[in-house]
């Protein structure tokens, strides 16, 4: 088997000869001990033999009138050719297979869960410390189990616990923040005020004695809710009143919209997606639903200053391109819509608009002056602290 394999890799060459009376050449061959793997006659007067590639020079030196051409190489010396013939293609395989090595292991990305800013801050500056940054290395499961218990030990009075995954070449830190109890704090004596002249709609007192009506009109800085318990007009006890007062509150304003309307508006999703330059072609690496608008921003991570390729990371946003023309009577429509909506944006979730009203309409050749009338409930609440009463 090994002799086979050997025999098989062993260079070799398949020579055509043309000449007369080829029989006196086979002969010469076979006084100069020259092997022949293969042997086919071609003509009367040619014929094709297959010859160790070191024998070669022995043949040319015997071929006199002859006429001999290679046809065929075989073995190394066929993988040598064939590698000459195609070394950048296999220079290029072998740098882009190398590439990618480099890449697939290489940090793109680090992604710190939580809602405290300060918090994901520190960590990064902490990953970084321990080596886990930008453009570096992968590290290994060990290595983060190390790094997180480092991390932990190091903050154990600000983390109560800390995972890091590896998700390709991302990281994905999730933390939990130690929360210490604090001191409960005396609370201030207070009252519950309008802070806003309305009509009391509705009155949720935690503590405290209500003192106003439902439907009762109030101004600015009336008590709704008074921290003063009394019993027959006399203050029996004093309590810091807490609680929600919503009323009806009045709102007038003047929109101005457009008859014709063009907007390139980003509908919130966005990824990131890293590509390959070559020449002046680009290839997005794994982004199989691409988006039909989109807004890019680029960032080069890497370039060859001897070949004509890069590799990029963009942060693409999806866009929804709007064009389009109004009659008079869909632009009040959308106006009216487009300035509820800005009033409910305003709004918390327990508050909500209670009637919209059309006061004036005024139109010129571009756009639409709408005034509007909105009746709201709103959340009214206020604080006044009050003095407290001396005991008897």
Not at 63 to 92: D, H
Not at 144 to 159: A, D, P, R, S, V
Not at 308 to 325: A, G, L, M, R
Not at 371 to 378: D, I, S
Request: proline share 1%; hydrophobic share 35%; glycine share 2%.
């Amino acid at each position: 088997m090994k002799n086979n394999f050997l025999e098989y890799i062993n260079s070799k060459v398949r020579v055509c000869v043309k000449g007369k009376n080829i029989e006196r050449f086979l002969k010469r061959l076979a006084d100069r001990k020259i092997e022949l793997f293969e042997l086919e006659y071609i003509k009367y007067n040619e014929v094709c033999i297959v010859i160790r590639k070191s024998d070669y020079h022995k043949v040319e030196e015997i071929k006199t009138i002859y006429e001999l051409s290679i046809q065929r190489v075989y073995g190394l010396a066929y993988l040598k050719e064939l590698f000459i013939k195609n070394r950048y293609v296999i220079l290029f395989f072998c740098i882009a297979i190398l590439l990618l090595l480099v890449l697939t292991n290489t940090t793109f990305e680090i992604e710190v869960i939580h809602t405290n800013k300060e918090i994901r801050q520190f960590l990064r500056d902490e990953l970084k410390q321990n080596g886990i940054d930008i453009l570096k290395p992968i590290r290994s499961y060990d290595q983060i189990q190390k790094i997180k218990q480092t991390i932990l030990e190091k903050y154990k009075n600000q983390i109560e616990w800390l995972e890091i995954e590896t998700v390709g070449t991302k990281y994905i830190v999730r933390v939990e923040e130690r929360i210490l109890t604090k001191e409960k704090e005396e609370q201030p004596l207070q009252d519950i005020v309008a802070k806003k002249s309305a009509i009391l709609l509705k009155i949720d007192a935690e503590s405290g004695e209500i003192v106003k009506n439902i439907n009762d009109y109030v101004k600015i800085g009336d008590t709704v809710i008074s921290g003063n318990i009394t019993l027959n007009d006399e203050i029996k006890e004093q309590v810091s009143a807490k609680g929600t007062i919503y009323g009806e509150v009045w709102y007038r304003t003047t929109v101005e919209y457009p008859l014709t309307y063009y907007e390139e508006k980003e509908t919130g999703k966005q990824k990131k997606v890293y590509t390959f330059h070559f020449l002046n072609h680009k290839f997005e690496l794994f982004n199989f639903k691409p988006f039909h608008d989109k807004k890019i921003e680029s960032k080069t991570l890497w370039k060859s200053n001897v070949f004509p390729f890069s590799f990029t990371k963009e942060k693409q946003k999806e866009i929804h391109v709007i064009d389009e023309t109004y009659t008079k009577e869909q632009a009040i429509k959308l106006a009216t819509s487009y300035a509820t909506k800005k009033m409910e944006d305003r709004l918390s979730e327990k508050e909500k608009i209670i009637r919209v009203q059309q006061l004036k309409v005024d139109t010129n050749e571009r756009t639409i002056i709408l005034e509007l009338f909105f009746t709201v409930m709103e959340d009214i609440t206020d604080t006044k602290q009050i003095d407290k009463m001396e005991k008897k």
